[in-house]
């Protein structure tokens, strides 16, 4: 965790290790596996192709996480002069957290919302959509930022970018494989009677299906942590509560194909761009809007003690 000014969370730190350990381990046994696989199937060829691949989705991600999501956000990278209320409110919160200023972007979209990304707190970019500074006040808006610097302060957005790498293969692989099977391929592995591509279908389906419920689990939980850590430098946890309030309720009025369009982005925006108040299913990246509610209730309370 990067040493700033926003409250540690040993717990935090505890499951990034965890998630990185074992998708780490994960996406090692995929390419190991589909590497025997290749071999034994008379496609020993391919084998360091595999290897090479795998190696390659893993740097990228690394390398060009802030770049990939401002272009899926369609959003871009605004000076001090072009933004400057915004520029100065990111100034003063970095200033309290004593750490190195990200980039600004903006996204033109309806949808309130605002994300960040990067592979350092160096490299990283805090982005806001034009629905989020159309909806907030200047104190709302400053929770939400203090929300996504703690992600950079705390790191958890790059460990969630590479830890995504084990899925998009596997993924990759999955569909590889129906290709494979509409075109024929029945190709036998020494080891089983099912042909190759079914053998490489199911071990990319057991790897993505690992591989998502460890990002959903650290997804929710880092939500919870980056709420925590905003509200104790601003000292204002009524005012993300009600920012969090607002940008739920205006998610309902957004038309659910602008919607659908921007849900690949989900496990990085401070609210999932999907319709509904409780979001308490397996797939969530994000824990319950009322449970976010409490935890902030719970430190408005505390910061009201006599001696805070």
């Known amino acids: 965790m990067a040493k700033t000014r926003f409250v540690g969370d040993a717990g935090l730190t505890a499951r990034m290790t965890l998630v990185m350990f074992l998708l780490g381990a994960l996406f090692v046994a995929l390419i190991v596996g589909l590497m025997v696989v290749a071999g034994?199937?008379?496609?020993?060829?391919?084998?360091?192709?595999?290897?090479?691949?795998?190696?390659?989705?893993?740097?990228?991600?690394?390398?060009?996480?802030?770049?990939?999501?401002?272009?899926?956000?369609?959003?871009?990278?605004?000076?001090?002069?072009?933004?400057?209320?915004?520029?100065?409110?990111?100034?003063?919160?970095?200033?309290?957290?004593?750490?190195?200023?990200?980039?600004?972007?903006i996204a033109d979209m309806a949808i309130p919302n605002a994300f960040a990304t990067g592979r350092s707190p160096e490299r990283s970019v805090v982005c806001v959509t034009t629905g989020i500074l159309r909806t907030l006040d200047a104190e709302e808006l400053e929770g939400v930022l203090a929300h996504e610097l703690s992600h950079v302060a705390h790191r958890d957005v790059l460990v969630m970018t590479i830890a995504s790498s084990a899925g998009i293969v596997a993924g990759m692989l999955a569909q590889g494989s129906r290709y494979g099977a509409f075109l024929g391929g029945?190709?036998?592995?020494?080891?089983?009677?099912l042909p190759?591509?079914?053998?490489?279908?199911?071990?990319?389906?057991?790897?993505?299906?690992?591989?998502?419920?460890?990002?959903?689990?650290?997804s929710r939980y880092r939500e919870l942590s980056a709420d925590r850590a905003g509200a104790y430098l601003t000292l204002k946890p009524h005012a993300l509560a009600s920012a969090l309030q607002k940008i739920t309720g205006e998610m309902n009025a957004i038309p659910q194909r602008d919607l659908r369009a921007s849900?690949?982005?989900?496990?990085?925006?401070?609210?999932?761009?999907?319709?509904?108040?409780?979001?308490?299913?397996?797939t969530s990246t994000h824990p319950s809007l009322e449970q976010r509610l409490q935890q902030l209730a719970e430190i408005q309370t505390e910061l009201g003690r006599p001696g805070r």
């Open 186 to 193: 029945n190709r036998r592995s020494n080891n089983s009677a």
């Open 263 to 282: 849900q690949s982005m989900n496990a990085f925006f401070i609210a999932p761009a999907i319709r509904g108040v409780s979001l308490r299913t397996l």
């Open 40 to 105: 034994q199937s008379g496609y020993g060829g391919l084998a360091p192709v595999i290897g090479v691949v795998g190696l390659g989705v893993a740097w990228y991600q690394w390398y060009s996480s802030d770049k990939v999501a401002m272009r899926a956000m369609r959003a871009r990278e605004v000076s001090p002069q072009e933004a400057p209320e915004l520029h100065g409110m990111i100034d003063r919160l970095c200033t309290m957290a004593d750490m190195p200023k990200p980039r600004v972007g």
């Open 196 to 218: 190759m591509w079914l053998v490489v279908l199911l071990i990319s389906l057991v790897t993505y299906a690992i591989s998502f419920v460890l990002l959903k689990v650290l």
